[in-house]
């Protein structure tokens, strides 16, 4: 193998032959690998040359990593090569590369190209030459260029236009989160929450955490059918979206629910609640951020294992319930986190970090919390956690 500081004195040497002679097609791959990941920065008048007889290896990775080399040189003579490249090259990595490559030169010339790839069928290239057009869209013909991904069949393509067009558009004030009332700080409403909706102004929470009924699991809410449960939830968290700042979090407990038989001769029947919610939650505005499964001991899970431990029949078998889902969400928005961070002070933010030891993984393993009087509460851990992980 070659020493990192012989590839760097070669790089500097105009005369040097090393790059043409090593570089070549025959060369064993790990060589080829590990000098062409290994160039670093290159120094202009680099001979980019180089690079072009292995845009044909069949080693993918080489030629991701050739393409990648020819791009650090920002040289428009290399447009044509890079094209020919970019329409032929089947895996969809290295043609991103190739596209990359042509958009760092951020030259006028390379929109007829860019322009191309904006029809291509994957989507990540889609994006690729779309981000490369963005830095060029002073120049004629380029916004007409993209905007025939509009409407684009793809989310992630026309969440980009939606970033653009509010970025754009919006002043320095209206990037401001709107401020609380002062008069919902700090207070417990015991209410039904439907009718404490319509004195909560819009955009006035920062976090909500929820663990609604369990469907007609436990006998202190009961709801006419499954349907009218969901509905309600929806009805609840529509509300929820509505009152919530723009980019703040939404964090739902709930667990799928076995409503007991009748009878012997009927069937217990479970309703898988997280699922059925969540395609409702992402259409009207809550955008998926993370799966928490809350773990409890296997003490605290119902046994339903009874007849399986006896038997050993398949088709049989039922797990015992240890989980429950703490589903995550933030309100749509194309802002970043840290442009909702941005609305406070430093010293606001310093004091507000999660210091010491944390849970790493989706998998928090809390112990369940009883009460005397209410058989669903929630552990004073789970809450704290959210509340720290999710407010500022
Ligand atoms: C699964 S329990 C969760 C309790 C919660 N984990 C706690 O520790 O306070 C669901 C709670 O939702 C409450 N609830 C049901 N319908 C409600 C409504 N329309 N408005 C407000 N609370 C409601 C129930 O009384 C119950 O306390």
Redesign the pocket.
Known sequence: MFAKAKIDAEKLNPDSTFFKETLVPTQVDSKLLFLLDNLGKLPAGFNGEVFIPLFSHPNPKIRRLAVKNVGKLKNECFLEKLKTFACNEEDSLTRREAISAIGRMRSEKAIPILTQFLTDTDPKVILQGLRALLYLKGYPGVEEALSILRDHPNEMIREHFEYEKTTKNLNVAEQNHPKSLDALKNIIIC??????FPVIPDESVHLTF?????YNA?D??IFQSYKAYLD?LTD?FKETHRITKEGRFFVL?TSPVIVPRISRAHSSKRYAIPYDMHPRLTDMGWEFIDDIIWIKPEYAAKNRNGGFFQHRKPLCYKANSVTESVMVYRKKTSKLIDWNLRQYDDETVEASKILGEYEKSNAWAINP?T?KE?????PTEL?SRVIQFRNK
């Open positions: 209410a039904d929450v439907q009718e404490t929820t663990s609604p009924p369990y436990r202190y809410t309600f609840v407990n919390a009460d209410h058989p669903a509460v929630f809450a």
